[in-house]
């Protein structure tokens, strides 16, 4: 096996078990080991630290595998243990019956590093960023279709950008196992359902990471106009109607997110959806509706990701500050403000600034009720914190 040789004094991270060793902590690589192989991962003194699956492209130069000087299964086996594994935690997270959208494995955090895995009913979709993952796809295909029960096929979606940094081709969609899923995938969760698009959907077709965040604003929604903004399937609003709001209006730029929204709003199955859908630049709504004095009891502010990385936190940082002010002036009082962030490099102590000065220019007190992170299925390593990256807050306005 080969050997990944850290400079002096970079141990360090691995004694707290973070799981990525960066290439500038990598003094040489003794051998001739080739991208998604496992590698011996060595201190400058030569004890034996971990094994770890080597990426020669990419600035994480390995992911540990295991930590210590101890035997490490061979890797279609490893990933075969750590599936079933990762499966099996799964079982005592949900009451029976609330949901069958649950991601199965979250990669570093599942020690299973660049594997997410996502079950929609009876269809598994793989996102892949590591070239181990890449490497052992068909052994985590059939590990899947074998753990996940009544699994009928594991497919998996190449066309995540962070495919780039590991030299990975960035494609389309591709089936690693069992039948091809349809077109779109009917799954429920708690009194809603929803449509799934696992071939060109967000991420692997859903956003499973704010499944109670979406329970959290169902609680509050009775009676309530809201405003859910950026509503992509219109989760948040559906379940907003589903809990007996008495108006919703799904905003989105993107009209056919809108027509999927609308689908999902239909299968409620109410003859009065009182439910309108707005195609519109949210920061140039919220402006329309403080000129116009509208006002709501409920908004919802889920956008995409401001911020890719740590050099973008303060730009992302004033446009969300923009629509939380936005947002704040038009609660009636009383009124609840659900706000959500799901870029990493946007810290919680940055996220709660950036509300606090918001709250200020609005004039306004607010209190928070409650705060989200991403669901239970997303668990995030004690010692990985970047796996954290959704958080929110439940804001009531005075
Ligand atoms: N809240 C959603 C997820 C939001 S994803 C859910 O629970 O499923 C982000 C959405 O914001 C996408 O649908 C995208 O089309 C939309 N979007 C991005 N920029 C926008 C803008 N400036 N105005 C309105 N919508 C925008």
């Known amino acids: ?28 690589v003794d051998g001739d080991a080739a991208a998604g192989d496992v590698v ?31 035997a490490v299964l061979p890797p279609a ?16 997270f949900f009451v029976e019956g609330y949901t069958n959208g649950i991601r199965l494995v979250n990669a570093e955090s599942d020690a299973l590093p660049g594997v997410v895995a996502d079950a929609y009913g009876e269809w598994v979709v793989c996102q892949l960023t590591s070239a181990f993952a890449d490497r052992h796809k068909r052994a985590i295909a059939d590990a899947l279709m074998m753990a996940h029960p009544s699994c009928r096929g594991v497919s998996m979606r190449s066309d995540v950008d962070s495919r780039r940094k590991e030299g990975l081709e960035v494609g389309g969609f591709m089936n690693l196992a069992g039948e091809e899923p349809p077109e779109l995938i009917e799954i429920f969760e708690g009194p809603c359902k929803f449509l799934v698009d696992v071939r060109a959907g967000h991420k692997t077709g859903f956003y499973l990471d704010q499944r109670e965040a979406r329970a959290a604003v169902g609680r509050l929604a009775n009676n309530c106009d809201v405003l859910n903004c950026f509503s992509y399937t219109g989760g948040f609003g559906v379940f907003a109607r589903a809990n ?11 009209a056919d997110a809108l027509d999927l929204a609308r689908r999902n709003t239909e299968l409620l199955g109410l003859c009065h959806s009182n439910t309108d859908f707005v195609k519109a630049d949210v920061f140039k709504y919220l402006r329309s509706c403080r000129d116009e004095g509208r006002t709501f009891d409920l908004i919802v502010l889920d956008p995409p990701k401001f911020a890719e ?26 009124g ?32 928070i009720v409650a705060r989200t992170r991403q669901a239970e299925d997303h668990p995030v390593l004690v010692s990985f914190p970047e796996g954290l990256y959704l958080k929110g807050a439940i804001l009531r306005a005075l």
């Open 244 to 254: 007996g709001a008495n108006s919703v209006l799904q905003v989105d730029i993107s």
């Open 40 to 70: 011996d991962i060595v201190s400058s003194k030569g004890e034996m630290l971990g094994h770890g699956a080597y990426s020669p492209d990419s600035q994480i130069r390995a992911r540990i595998l295991s930590f210590g000087d101890c």
């Open 336 to 367: 609840f403000l659900a706000t959500f962030s799901c870029s990493g490099a946007m810290t919680s102590e940055l996220f709660d600034k950036v509300l606090m000065e918001a709250a200020a220019d609005a004039k306004r007190d607010f209190q």
């Open 1 to 28: 096996m080969s050997k990944l040789i850290l400079k002096p004094g970079r141990e360090h991270s691995l004694a707290r078990r973070h799981p990525w060793i960066f290439s500038g902590a990598v003094a040489a």
């Open 77 to 92: 086996d490893l990933v075969r243990e750590r599936v079933f594994a990762s499966v099996a935690r799964r079982g005592n």
């Open 309 to 334: 990385a740590k050099a973008h936190a303060m730009k992302a940082a004033r446009g969300y500050k923009d629509i939380n002010l936005l947002a704040m002036k038009l609660l009636r009082p009383g």
